[in-house]
Structure formats: structure tokens, C-alpha cells
T-cell receptor
Framework: AQTVTQSQPEMSVQEAETVTLSCTYDTSESDYYLFWYKQPPSRQMILVIRQEAYKQQNATENRFSVNFQKAAKSFSLKISDSQLGDAAMYFCAYRSEEGYGGATNKLIFGTGTLLAVQP | NAGVTQTPKFRVLKTGQSMTLLCAQDMNHEYMYWYRQDPGMGLRLIHYSVGEGTTAKGEVPDGYNVSRLKKQNFLLGLESAAPSQTSVYFC????????????????FGPGTRLTVT
């Protein structure tokens, strides 16, 4: 079974600085998708970025980018020019592309990293 | 579009009481999911549905039942609430996967905070 690990329960960053959130996963599959979701204090889950495992190029979305290391099974999120509105819980999630998991679009979430942004 | 809505937003139950959480989506999504979120444990899948009239168990299904009588609605029931079911419950939905990778995103509701005393 696949697992997702976020080893940093809490992180802090100064406004305008850069921060990297870590995520590792365990899988025997070769094809899958990875996601980062943001959960601000409002509790609303918001998709930040996605990465397809068969693509070597790291995904980017404005100030958000990932460092995807498939061999190391690592998927870190980098937030550049941090803003106060980036303060939130961030979840890493894995989506299997193979077999029954792929047919149901189920996600496996990590335990989250709470990011604080200091003014 | 309202997206994914959940009713109620907050609820307090006594041990042994029953209740139903309602999830509704107006995006014509085929797939729907119920998660629970607990401190330090992330989101865990309770039950899910891949279409009207279908349901299946997720990672933590015990103590919950679900129904998907209409495509737009997904109900989560607690027949006899226990303190261990105190949690924040999220509903999510997504397009059918045949629509391609752009359909893989799950859209979440605002959550329901449930306390069982």
C-alpha cells in the first residue's frame, strides 16, 4: 500500500522569503500523480499544484514550484516570495494511476505541514 | 456555481445519537468522497462513490454508512455516534477519470465540524 509522509509538522517563514515543505512517499508503482493542497484557516481545501510522475519537468504555478525526485520518492513544495496569505496547512497527496486505484481517483494524504508566515 | 456544499457546518451530538451529513455538488461530477480530518492524521477516506447508486468503503469505514441515490448528493450517516467520531468531515467530488488528467482534481466542500460528547 502507498504511504505519504510529511515530516515537518510546522514551519515558519518570513514574509518575502522562500520556504520548502517536504513530502516523501512510498510506492511500487511507476505511474502516479502527486498533489499539494492548501488548507487556510477557513478550512477550504485548495489545489496548489500537481505533478505527473512520468513527466521529468518540475511543475510550477506562479510562486509555487515542486522539486520532484522520482528515484528518491520525494516531492517538495517551494513557495517563493512568501505572503501572509500563504499561511495555511499544506497537504501532500498521492493518486495511484494503476489498477483499481486509478479507476476510483482516490487520494492518499500526508499528515500536513502547518506554515506560519511572519510579517 | 456553488461547487460543493455541506450541511450542516457544525453539530454537537451525544453518544448514541444518529445523524446524517449531506453533501451536494452542482458540477455534474461522477465521483464523490467522504473524508475525516483529525489532528496529526491528515485526511482519511471514509467511503466513496464512482457514480449514482454506487458506494464503496475507504480506509476508515467503520461506524459510517453512505448513500448516493442522486448523482449530485452523497449522504454520510452515523447510526450510533461515538466520541471517536469527533472530527471535521469533508466531502469532495471529481469528474470521471476518462476525461483525462485534468479531471483528477478533487473539489472539496467547506467541512462539517462534528463533536460527540
Amino acid at each position: 500500500a502507498q504511504t505519504v509522509t510529511q515530516s515537518q509538522p510546522e514551519m515558519s517563514v518570513q514574509e518575502a522569503e522562500t520556504v520548502t515543505l517536504s513530502c516523501t512517499y512510498d510506492t511500487s508503482e511507476s505511474d502516479y500523480y502527486l498533489f499539494w493542497y492548501k488548507q487556510p484557516p477557513s478550512r477550504q481545501m485548495i489545489l496548489v499544484i500537481r505533478q505527473e510522475a512520468y513527466k521529468q519537468q518540475n511543475a510550477t504555478e506562479n510562486r509555487f514550484s515542486v522539486n520532484f525526485q522520482k528515484a528518491a520518492k520525494s516531492f517538495s513544495l517551494k513557495i517563493s516570495d512568501s505572503q501572509l496569505g500563504d499561511a495555511a496547512m499544506y497537504f501532500c497527496a498521492y493518486r495511484s494511476e494503476e489498477g483499481y486505484g486509478g479507476a476510483t481517483n482516490k487520494l492518499i494524504f500526508g499528515t500536513g505541514t502547518l506554515l506560519a508566515v511572519q510579517p | 456555481n456553488a461547487g460543493v456544499t455541506q450541511t450542516p457546518k457544525f453539530r454537537v451530538l451525544k453518544t448514541g445519537q444518529s445523524m446524517t451529513l449531506l453533501c451536494a455538488q452542482d458540477m455534474n461530477h461522477e465521483y464523490m468522497y467522504w473524508y475525516r480530518q483529525d489532528p496529526g492524521m491528515g485526511l482519511r477516506l471514509i467511503h466513496y462513490s464512482v457514480g449514482e447508486g454506487t458506494t464503496a468503503k475507504g480506509e476508515v469505514p467503520d461506524g459510517y454508512n453512505v448513500s448516493r441515490l442522486k448523482k449530485q448528493n452523497f449522504l454520510l450517516g452515523l447510526e450510533s455516534a461515538a466520541p471517536s467520531q469527533t472530527s471535521v468531515y469533508f466531502c469532495a467530488s471529481s469528474y470521471e477519470i476518462l476525461a483525462g488528467p485534468s479531471s483528477y482534481e478533487q473539489y472539496f466542500g467547506p467541512g462539517t465540524r462534528l463533536t460527540v460528547t
